[in-house]
């Protein structure tokens, strides 16, 4: 499913260094990025990464400062927002409060003006599209955020743009709302094909939709790549820490950790510390190859599992997730414990 | 809770002697001065003359409130939207008019139009006109000078709608590319109803009573209903009359305002 998507590999937008300065502060710097056609790409990053930026600078909504913009080859640098003819969700929806549901759906297909008739086709087709029906008279102040959300999907989509952006559209709505809009919008990304580029501070919601997820920080590109890619393969140190937990430990120069000897992977030469993700970390049976004597320092239990909160001997917390099915009897806190790992699953940083 | 309550009383016992006893006098003199009875009003309403400056009265309170919210529409628009430099100086040309008395201001309408002020001198010495433009003594500059003075009050409730009105809003409009007239048309005008209904409330009621201006640039020629109520007290005194029209002034602007007061309840939905 998740990589399914990237289907066609034609290149639909193109970034070349782009960057953009309010005032002396960079917004953005060199960002370079290329956009399949289809693709449903997460800009993901903690709040000030420039990933909302960086949307309004795709949509047309600001100017770049510096670098290109490319739509199919074109250059869309200096385009208005309705040159480039992009669909928009804005965060908070931005809806038109005194419409109704089918006039606001309506209104960018009366600014094309369309026919009465298809204009009536089209609000019917999109209504019901989005699950809608029976609520096309009302106005948006009568509606729930979810159904909210749904018509500034239907709005911006109603005109069949080549590109839908999204800025942070689930952030308003509770928990199971979410799972159910991110699910609407799977299928709504399957149903039509069209190009999705999706702004999200969520970690999770990007693992889940995504295609690709282009990883943003203090204004800078992180990493790209597909889901799987950034969570298994971390470019850096941040990438690494934003994108779920994970256990860092330091080198200490000598091919181990506080004077254990361990095997280190391929990259590891001149980094400073070594990662690994909790799921891959085990409690040792014998014949592992990477031990590591630790203390148990806490046990929560989660139902099917236990987290183990465990310090090394150099002082360095780590943790990892112990199945409550029939293995052996659970430690006891303070128990002195070894931990192991497969060589291939751990990444210096 | 409950014994806190003695608190208000002043605020009550201030608000009854001021306004319900006087209220109440007003009242009893509609319906027995000179002699009992519904006589007053079915003259009011019946006599050529007092219907004729209810029709005018209610006519050039429609223009002023009209005049008043389009003009304050453009000005709240400037000071809301505009530049900074355009936003303080408007705030200067709404807030200057405040410390100005509504006397000394009739006084300036009367002195810059009046047939040999300001106006008719310039365009005189221009060679624009022979004789003077009769621009006093008439509904027009009644329509003026109270326009001048209303403007300042519609301007507020018109602030405050403007500054609601979410900019993302505006901004998705014209990523979908509405024209700027269609934005301004379809959607932010629109968008600040609620304020447009407030304003006009606002300065319809304050035009219905309004005196001192009427009086002074109409010069007794187009004489308004608190003008008229004011001759019924002091000049030829039929108190009854006065009474029972100052009920039937304050019954109209009280429907009024409940009819839009009702609208704009639906609006704020």
């Given at each position: 499913m998740k990589s399914e998507a990237i289907v066609a590999n034609t290149t639909q937008i193109e970034a070349r260094s782009v960057g953009k300065k309010f005032g002396k502060f960079h917004a953005l710097r060199d960002i370079s990025l290329e956009i399949a056609e289809g693709e449903f790409l997460s800009l993901l990053g903690p709040s000030g990464s420039g990933k909302t930026t960086f949307l309004t600078l795709l949509g047309g909504y600001e100017n770049t400062t510096s670098g290109q913009l490319f739509l199919e080859g074109q250059d869309m640098t200096g385009w208005t927002a309705n040159q480039r003819g992009f669909g928009m969700v804005f965060q908070g929806y931005a809806l038109f409060p005194h419409l109704t549901v089918a006039e606001n759906i309506a209104f960018p297909l009366k600014v094309q003006k369309r026919s009465k008739a298809q204009i009536a086709d089209r609000v019917a087709q999109m209504v019901e599209m989005v699950g809608l029906s029976g609520h096309e008279n009302k106005k948006p102040k009568?509606?729930?955020?979810?159904?909210?959300?749904?018509?500034?999907?239907?709005?911006?989509?109603?005109?069949?743009?080549?590109?839908?952006?999204?800025?942070?559209?689930?952030?308003?709505?509770?928990?199971?709302?979410?799972?159910?809009?991110?699910?609407?919008?799977?299928?709504?990304?399957?149903?039509?094909?069209?190009?999705?580029?999706?702004?999200?501070?969520?970690?999770?919601?990007?693992?889940?939709?995504?295609?690709?997820i282009a990883i943003f920080n203090h204004g800078e590109l992180q990493q790209v790549g597909t889901p799987d890619d950034v969570y298994e393969r971390p470019a850096n140190r941040f990438t690494a820490e934003f994108l779920g937990d994970i256990n860092i430990l330091s080198l200490d120069g000598t091919s181990g950790v506080a004077g254990t000897p361990i095997k280190l992977p391929g990259n590891a030469a001149g980094l400073g510390h070594l990662a690994v993700r909790p799921e891959h970390m085990r409690l040792a049976?014998?014949?592992?190859?990477?031990?590591?004597?630790?203390?148990?320092?806490?046990?929560?239990?989660?139902?099917?599992?236990?987290?183990?909160?465990?310090?090394?001997?150099?002082?360095?917390?780590?943790?990892?997730?112990?199945?409550?099915g029939a293995g052996p009897a659970a430690p006891q806190t303070g128990a002195e414990l070894r931990v192991a790992w497969d060589v291939q699953d751990s990444f210096a940083v | 809770m409950r014994a806190y309550l003695f608190l208000i009383c002043p605020v009550l016992l201030?608000?009854?002697?001021?306004?319900?006893?006087?209220?109440?006098?007003?009242?009893?003199?509609?319906?027995?001065?000179?002699?009992?009875?519904?006589?007053?009003?079915?003259?009011?309403?019946?006599?050529?003359?007092?219907?004729?400056?209810?029709?005018?009265?209610?006519?050039?309170?429609?223009?002023?409130?009209?005049?008043?919210?389009?003009?304050?529409?453009?000005?709240?628009?400037?000071?809301?939207?505009?530049?900074?430099?355009?936003?303080?100086?408007?705030?200067?040309?709404?807030?200057?008019?405040?410390?100005?008395?509504?006397?000394?201001?009739?006084?300036?309408?009367?002195?810059?139009?009046?047939?040999?002020?300001?106006?008719?001198?310039?365009?005189?010495?221009?060679?624009?006109?022979?004789?003077?433009?009769?621009?006093?003594?008439?509904?027009?500059?009644?329509?003026?000078?109270?326009?001048?003075?209303?403007?300042?009050?519609?301007?507020?409730?018109?602030?405050?709608?403007?500054?609601?009105v979410d900019e993302r809003v505006l901004t998705a409009a014209d990523g979908m590319g509405a024209s700027r007239l269609r934005i301004f048309w379809q959607v932010f005008l629109p968008m600040t109803a609620s304020g447009i209904i407030g304003a006009t409330l606002l300065v319809f009621?304050?035009?219905?009573?309004?005196?001192?201006?009427?009086?002074?640039?109409?010069?007794?020629?187009?004489?308004?209903?608190?003008?008229?109520?004011?001759?019924?007290?002091?000049?030829?005194?039929?108190?009854?009359?006065?009474?029972?029209?100052?009920?039937?002034?304050?019954?109209?602007?009280?429907?009024?305002?409940?009819?839009?007061?009702?609208?704009?309840?639906?609006?704020?939905?």
């Open positions: 009568a509606l729930s955020g979810g159904q909210q959300q749904r018509v500034a999907l239907a709005r911006a989509l109603a005109y069949e743009p080549k590109v839908l952006l999204l800025d942070e559209p689930f952030s308003a709505l509770d928990k199971n709302l979410r799972g159910q809009m991110q699910e609407e919008l799977r299928r709504l990304h399957r149903e039509l094909g069209t190009t999705f580029v999706f702004v999200t501070h969520d970690q999770e919601e990007a693992l889940a939709l995504s295609s690709r049976a014998e014949g592992d190859a990477n031990q590591l004597p630790v203390r148990l320092r806490d046990r929560v239990y989660l139902g099917s599992k236990s987290r183990l909160l465990l310090e090394t001997q150099a002082g360095e917390e780590l943790m990892l997730y112990l199945d409550n | 201030f608000l009854g002697g001021s306004y319900l006893l006087p209220f109440l006098g007003i009242m009893q003199l509609s319906f027995t001065d000179p002699e009992p009875g519904l006589g007053q009003y079915s003259h009011v309403l019946s006599d050529p003359l007092t219907l004729s400056v209810i029709w005018r009265t209610l006519r050039i309170c429609v223009i002023v409130t009209a005049v008043s919210v389009a003009a304050a529409y453009i000005i709240t628009l400037l000071w809301v939207r505009g530049r900074p430099l355009v936003r303080s100086l408007t705030e200067l040309c709404i807030m200057i008019p405040f410390w100005i008395s509504v006397l000394s201001r009739a006084f300036g309408w009367m002195s810059m139009l009046s047939n040999r002020g300001l106006l008719n001198t310039w365009l005189k010495d221009l060679g624009l006109i022979e004789t003077s433009l009769q621009l006093t003594r008439n509904e027009f500059a009644v329509i003026i000078g109270m326009s001048h003075y209303l403007i300042p009050f519609a301007v507020f409730p018109l602030a405050t709608a403007m500054r609601n009621v304050f035009s219905v009573g309004f005196f001192v201006t009427p009086a002074l640039l109409g010069g007794g020629q187009s004489v308004l209903i608190a003008e008229l109520i004011y001759l019924w007290i002091f000049q030829i005194p039929q108190w009854g009359m006065a009474a029972a029209m100052s009920v039937i002034l304050m019954l109209a602007v009280g429907g009024i305002l409940v009819l839009l007061m009702r609208r704009y309840g639906e609006m704020a939905k």
